[in-house]
């Protein structure tokens, strides 16, 4: 979020990476387009007779699908119309299993907790039998190998049976970087609420047509951050690996700044008070959607 970098001295590892994501996080992103709709292969019922659960060991030796992760075997992207489809938020009974479109061979998982030691939230796209098709934080590939089409938005295959039905999202958000704005939408399409916003600058943009989730919330003091908590998306930079030299891939925050008007951000979506506090009212899990 700033435009300088400060170093933590904080003992907790949670808090560490915490720290960590809310800096590097909210510093950039680059305008990419949206991938193709994800359509999934004929006859996927078929897998609910043959499953076999991996074991423990197996499970806990997959990369876990967090929002430093690169992995390749994850689905590069997702449903034509995320808000409408996600209609609730779910967490994870256990360690679970992320499949491909075969759906035989884990590629990743989802850790039952969070980076900050809170469960981890997950919004399904639509469900298959006893599969789910969930959206994650993690990155298929980085912007160096597919410079401006790196994936800013993952999907994997999970049992339906390891997941817990949460909050129902009932609104999503809307970021239009043109016009500066951010709009709390219900499902009916109806506007809530529009407040004004600050977005990415030139170099550093705010990406563009592409969609996510809220994933956490929590308070950085070392960005000033004591009040307003940061709703740290699910959303990744395109511009470069690591934009600013962490190790998170410059995911984007909506956040509170005293600045909050102008492209005068590192990416990130600034807002004011009373704006941040009707955001951070929403749920975990609300769908994050960023037009041009």
Known sequence: MHTTRTTRRLAPVALALLLAVGLAGCHADASTGAPAPHTPSASHTQHADTYRAPSATTVAALPEAKYDAVIGGLLPSYEPDVPKAADH?????????????????????????????????????????????VMTPSRQQLPSVAPG??????AGWVRRDLL??????????????????????????TTVHEFPAGVGAGSTPTPTGVVGYVQ?????????QTVHPISLTTLHSSAADEPYGGDDGGLIGVHYESVARG?????????????????????LGTVVQVVA
């Open 216 to 224: 956490a919330r929590y308070l950085d003091p070392a960005q000033d």
């Open 149 to 154: 089409g790196a994936a800013a938005q993952t």
């Open 89 to 133: 938020a779910w967490t994870i009974n256990a360690d679970a299993p992320l499949y491909g479109d075969d759906r035989k061979t884990p590629v990743a998982r989802l850790a039952a907790d969070n980076f900050l030691g809170e469960p981890t939230v997950v919004v399904p796209l639509r469900f298959d039998g006893d599969w789910a098709l």
């Open 263 to 283: 492209a005068v951000s590192h990416g990130c979506v600034r807002l004011d008070a009373d704006a941040i506090d009707a955001v951070d009212a929403l749920p």
């Open 164 to 189: 817990r039905r949460g909050a129902a999202l009932a609104d999503h958000l809307v970021i239009a970087v043109g016009a500066q704005t951010v709009s709390i939408v219900a499902a009916s399409g």
